[in-house]
């Protein structure tokens, strides 16, 4: 048995194309005995506060907010662990606060030797955020120091 | 059971050997059928043909057809050089050179009519300078537009 890829980054979102990518990975985890990160980026659902003059700014609800985030992503997390689970699996998870993904993806992959990153082709965006601001794959495709596999 | 039918697409870049020999790795432990193409049909070639006779500058007489048939000569002996690796290793490959079409119009058509499951393409291309431009841009398009999975090689 060739192993192609020993450590495989998998970036997850909540989207159904972000779960076949998990599905996948799945099997290249029974064929190849990889290790896996699976990871969730939170950073985006946070509001730059200096949009705001400082009186005027709900602190109560930014800060409920953010909590309800992470909450939902680290739930998203276990929920997607039981894929792995399932199948007699495991993968560590990580819950991601400072980073946006590609952000993430760029300094980890180097620093921990990830081979691979698996993520969906569609993420949660809006059609219109897509066009402004590029696709995480996009920008994970351009910046990535590894393979990179997108699943759709 | 991971892919059945990978479709990889190479130019004469570094990456693409890469590519190659991961689709190698994947072919040895899994059995699928794997074609492999390169297209002729980049955007700039009509341009490079016609802008000479355009222009009406009489020193420059590029015949397109000797063109092409150029661009066919070294597409075809790329094939050959790149089949050999899968040759090297007993491996079946299907080559195809890709006349009128770039790559990314070429994978959006042909992975929807004949079912492929993994596209498997370098990261960048030939066009090292303006790769972020050029093929990275293939690189994109492609993941926008194919209907299957895409696997990017550095």
Same mark, same amino acid.
């Given at each position: ?5 020993? #450590? ?37 659902? #946070? ?22 985030? #992470? /909450? ?54 809006? /059609?219109? /955020? ?8 996009? /920008? ?13 | ?31 699928? %059928?794997?074609?492999?193409?390169h297209s002729i ?6 341009? +490079? ?21 150029e661009y066919k000569e070294a597409g075809n002996k790329l094939l ?8 090297? %290793? ?7 050179l890709i006349l ?23 990261? %960048?291309? +030939? ?28």
């Amino acid at each position: 048995m060739i192993i192609i890829y020993k #450590k495989i980054l998998l970036a997850i979102d909540g989207s159904l194309h972000a779960n076949n990518a998990a599905e996948q990975v799945a099997e290249f985890q029974k064929m190849w005995e990889s290790k896996v990160v699976m990871f969730h980026s939170v950073k985006h659902h #946070k509001i730059p506060t200096g949009m705001f003059p400082v009186e005027s700014f709900p602190v109560e609800l930014y800060r409920d907010m953010e909590e309800a985030s #992470k /909450k939902a992503g680290e739930l998203l997390l276990v929920e997607t662990q039981e894929i792995f689970n399932q199948k007699g699996l495991s993968v560590e998870t990580r819950l991601i606060e400072e980073d946006e993904p590609e952000v993430y993806i760029r300094k980890i992959v180097e620093k921990e030797n990830f081979d691979l990153v698996v993520l969906g082709s569609k993420g949660r965006h809006s /059609k219109l /955020k897509e066009i402004l601001l590029g696709t995480v794959s996009t /920008k994970v495709l351009k910046s990535a120091p590894c393979d990179v596999l997108i699943v759709r | 059971m991971i892919y059945k039918k990978i479709l990889i697409a190479i130019d004469a870049s570094n990456n693409s050997i890469r590519a190659i020999e991961k689709v190698i790795d994947l072919q040895k432990s899994e059995n699928c %059928k794997v074609v492999m193409f390169h297209s002729i049909g980049h955007p700039t070639r009509p341009l +490079i043909a016609t802008v000479p006779m355009a222009s009406g500058v009489g020193s420059f007489n590029i015949n397109e057809t000797e063109l092409l048939l150029e661009y066919k000569e070294a597409g075809n002996k790329l094939l050959l050089t790149r089949q050999e690796l899968f040759n090297n %290793k007993e491996l079946p490959v299907e080559t195809r050179l890709i006349l009128d079409e770039t790559p990314e119009e070429y994978i959006e058509r042909i992975v929807e009519e004949q079912g492929f499951d993994l596209v498997v393409i370098g990261s %960048k291309g +030939i066009h090292s300078k303006l790769s972020q431009f050029f093929l990275g841009s293939v690189a994109q398009r492609v993941v926008k537009h194919a209907v299957c999975d895409v696997l990017i090689v550095r």
